[in-house]
């Protein structure tokens, strides 16, 4: 059975920095790309990032691009997310999410399977 389980999300104020970890089970991170997601108020689900066979794998969205790093540790089946210099744009509901094959992307539509999902809040 496969499950995604987030942790890591809070309040943070402008420019500061929080790491989000999605504990995988149930299938390996060696077979399918794993992506994140985050969804504001009132807003779509939009990708954020994915990470696919190794660390040189990744794709990220523009709105996040030499803020946010995703990585994985094959051993504890988990799939990170750093992010710095938040900003109050950042503001929304992160979710991590299997894809249906190994290939990058961050179309939502490619994942099945998804997380309960973790809040993280950028104020001042």
């Known amino acids: 059975q496969v499950q995604l389980v987030e942790s890591g999300g809070g309040w943070v104020q402008p420019g500061g920095s929080l790491r989000l970890s999605c504990a995988a089970s149930g299938f390996s991170l060696d077979d399918y790309a794993v992506g994140w997601f985050r969804q504001a108020p009132g807003k779509e689900r939009e990708g954020v990032s994915c990470?696919?066979?190794?660390?040189?794998?990744?794709i990220y969205a523009d709105s996040v691009k030499g803020r946010f790093t995703i990585s994985r540790d094959n051993a504890k089946n988990t799939v990170y997310l750093q992010m710095n210099s938040l900003e109050f744009e950042d503001t929304a509901v992160y979710y991590c999410a299997r894809a249906k094959d190994w290939r990058l992307s961050i179309l939502p539509w490619n994942y099945p399977y998804w997380g309960q999902g973790t809040q993280v809040t950028v104020s001042s």
């Open positions: 990470i696919s066979k190794t660390d040189g794998n990744v």
